[in-house]
């Protein structure tokens, strides 16, 4: 049986989300943010959700993040922004579940409590980014693709180019995007692919979703 892909079925996977951030970590709280959070979200809006620990028990909560997920559903993918990989008070997780609209990724802002309200601490500070090889060029690609889906599916053919052809820079493709959009999201798929073969399925779902979404674009 499909997952409930209804926007009100989303609202509730994301409390449902909420309440096992906030039972995995004691004295921890976890809101919406973002456009769900605003009252804004569209069909497309992914789950933002700011979780705010404790201080003393941050490594603790990002130990247990995962595996409390897991039981709200199945997770297929976890990646770390390389912006704050080393942060000493902060990580953005992007979390993709297995059996639910691919639309709705989870991005999971983690901070601890002591710069809950600074939404840019460790922005652009060298110490807590990611070293190479500690991130993937191509699933931060890949991520681009079906950024771009949405962005065309909201009318923002320019947001989808840039993020074509920041994807296609990200991994040292020389190819751009050309407005054919789903042969380009294609492109840019097939790309990642090609430098981690591990992405193949995820990939073969964001193109199936474009022309789906995008085949009268």
């Excluded at 989300?17 to 004691?26: W, Y």
């Excluded at 947001?159 to 054919?180: K, N, S, W, Y």
Aim: with cysteine; charged share 25%.
């Amino acid at each position: 049986m499909a997952f409930p892909s209804s926007e009100t079925e989303r609202a509730a996977f994301a409390e449902r989300i909420r309440g096992a951030l906030e039972g995995c970590c004691p004295d921890s709280r976890a809101e919406l943010a973002g456009s769900l959070g605003a009252g804004t979200a569209d069909a497309f809006s992914d789950l933002d959700i700011l979780w705010v620990a404790p201080d003393g028990r941050f490594p603790d909560c990002l130990e247990q993040a995962v595996a409390a997920l897991a039981a709200v559903q199945p997770v297929g993918s976890v990646r770390h922004d390389p912006d704050f990989h080393r942060s000493d008070r902060r990580r953005l997780l992007f979390v993709r579940f297995t059996g639910v609209p691919l639309f709705w990724r989870l991005d999971l802002d983690v901070r601890t409590a002591s710069v809950a309200g600074d939404p840019s601490y460790d922005t652009g500070n060298p110490a807590a980014r990611a070293r190479e090889g500690e991130w993937s060029r191509p699933a931060s690609a890949l991520a681009n693709a079906l950024g771009a889906v949405k962005a065309v599916a909201r009318g923002r053919d320019e947001a989808a180019r840039g993020l074509l052809d920041r994807g296609f820079a990200r991994i040292g493709e020389p190819d751009r995007a050309t407005g054919a959009w789903v042969a380009d999201v294609d492109r840019l798929a097939r790309a990642a692919v090609r430098h981690e073969p591990d992405l193949a399925d995820l990939a073969a779902q964001i193109t199936a979703l474009a022309a789906r979404q995008l085949g009268g674009a």
